[in-house]
């Protein structure tokens, strides 16, 4: 069974800072995925990591995928509170198979 | 996670009772997949449809609980005779096939009284 770790479990920071949240893993993944999900809401996709060491910056974020593709890394700069949320990043083990999620990092941004 | 409708998006049902849970993907999506949300957990896969088949059930719990999705229509997830363990947000997410990306739908949150 392939497992997803996310560290922290709970980040609380102030408007204005930059965090890093980060996934592990003992496997290795085809592709790895970084979701936000909000009370009520399903999963909404933030950036796709498919090939080792790729780097991806999107306006405020930053996406790492490991070298050896066992995990990965989403840094936020000048967080606002609108980037409140769970977390979680996914795993595929092939193109097109299921998901493997982490628990979670739950971030709050206060004003 | 535009595009991808799940209905209903609250559910009631006492126990025993069946619950069937709605998914429609994205348009031109052929391919569907269903995840469990229990509380205070994280996502876990249940299944995975192409249309008129089943690709992977890996996930899903031996007794009552059955997927479809047919040539035309939703796919429909179908819990019989539900219990209290059945408490949790149920999402489906939808591809072309072609892609790593799943798009997720608002979800279904189905309580078992």
């Known amino acids: 069974t392939q497992l997803l770790e996310q560290s922290p479990q709970f980040l609380s920071i102030q408007e204005g800072e930059n965090l890093t949240v980060y996934c592990n893993s003992s496997s290795v993944f085809s592709s790895l995925q970084w979701y936000r999900q909000e009370p009520g809401e399903g999963p909404v996709l933030l950036v796709t990591g498919v090939t080792g060491g790729e780097v991806k910056k999107l306006k405020r974020l930053t996406f790492h995928f490991g070298d050896a593709r066992k995990d990965s890394s989403l840094h936020i700069t000048a967080a606002q509170p609108g980037d409140t949320g769970l977390y979680l990043c996914?795993?595929?083990?092939?193109?097109?198979?299921?998901?493997?999620f982490g628990e979670g990092t739950q971030l709050t941004v206060n004003p | 996670n535009a595009g991808v409708m799940q209905n209903p998006r609250h559910l009631v049902r006492r126990r025993g009772q069946e619950a069937r849970l709605r998914c429609s993907p994205m348009k031109g999506h052929s391919h569907v997949y269903w995840y469990r949300q229990l509380p205070e957990e994280g996502l876990k896969f249940m299944v995975y449809?192409?249309?008129?088949?089943?690709?992977?059930e890996s996930g899903m719990p031996k007794e009552r609980f059955s997927a479809e999705f047919p040539k035309e229509g939703p796919s429909i997830l179908r819990i019989q005779q539900v219990v209290r363990g059945d408490s949790a947000a149920y999402f489906c997410a939808s591809t072309w096939g072609g892609t790593d990306t799943q798009y997720f739908g608002p979800g279904t949150r189905l309580t078992v009284l």
């Open positions: 996914a795993g595929q083990e092939t193109s097109g198979s299921r998901l493997t």
């Open positions: 449809l192409q249309k008129e088949n089943i690709i992977d």
